[in-house]
């Protein structure tokens, strides 16, 4: 079964607002990444925290990791129309493998 | 050059055929992959490449059958495929473990396969 589980499956906002994603994952972890898909296409990588860190950001995004609860969120703040898109967070737990988590898509509105 | 490419971009094939899907990065990235994604579903990873050696085969069915090549090249030959192998195929390459630097993967586009 996939590592992570994400929250909320779908969620819609209107262009301007933030948006907010958690993953929850199982097991210890080498680092969590997040990435984003827009419909039928490849992944995009949008930043990777090591278990070490507890807080990234890059541009309007902004990722948090708690290891005790095992879970992240992933922030992306004054969201576009262009931001709307499924995002995937995925544990890396040894090796090469990557688990990817169930997924959210978000709709942002015009 | 940071991208992977795929080709064919959609295939369709009967159930008899035999044919290959490719990958190509000129990243230096000595990691390869393929996924298969069907609809509204996370990626499920099917092998891992490192240093051109087939290092994970999470347990595909052997009418799916790998090929690395050189370290620039992933191939997926496909035979007598099954109408429910129907999805997106994408190849992703990162760092192999153990390289500095973060291991991102880096994904092509995909294709989309259609098995009648």
């Known amino acids: 079964s996939q590592q992570g589980e994400e929250d909320p499956q779908a969620l819609s906002i209107q262009e301007g607002e933030n948006a907010t994603m958690n993953c929850s994952y199982k097991?210890?972890?080498?680092?969590l990444q997040w990435y984003r898909q827009n419909s039928g296409r490849g992944l995009v990588h949008l930043i990777l925290i090591r278990s070490n860190e507890r807080e990234k950001h890059s541009g309007r995004l902004r990722v948090t990791l708690d290891t005790s609860k095992k879970s992240s969120s992933l922030l992306i703040t004054a969201s576009r129309a262009a931001d709307t898109a499924s995002y995937f967070c995925?544990?890396?737990?040894?090796?090469?493998?990557?688990?990817f988590g169930e997924g959210t898509q978000l709709t942002v509105n015009p | 050059d940071t991208e992977v490419t795929q080709t064919p971009k959609h295939l369709v094939m009967g159930m008899t055929n035999k044919k290959s899907l490719k990958c190509e990065q000129h990243m230096g990235h000595r990691a390869m992959y393929w996924y298969k994604q069907k609809a509204k579903k996370p990626p499920e990873l099917m092998f891992v490449?490192?240093?051109?050696?087939?290092?994970i085969n999470e347990s595909v069915p052997s009418r799916f059958s790998p090929e690395c090549p050189n370290s620039s090249l992933l191939n997926l030959h496909l035979h007598a495929l099954q109408p429910e192998d129907s999805a997106l195929y994408l190849c992703?390459?990162?760092?192999?473990?153990?390289?500095?630097?973060?291991?991102?993967?880096?994904f092509g586009p995909g294709t989309r396969l259609t098995v009648l």
């Open positions: 995925a544990t890396r737990t040894s090796g090469s493998r990557l688990t």
């Open positions: 992703a390459s990162s760092r192999p473990p153990g390289a500095a630097g973060g291991n991102e993967q880096f």
């Open positions: 490449y490192s240093y051109e050696k087939l290092s």
């Open positions: 097991t210890s972890i080498n680092n």
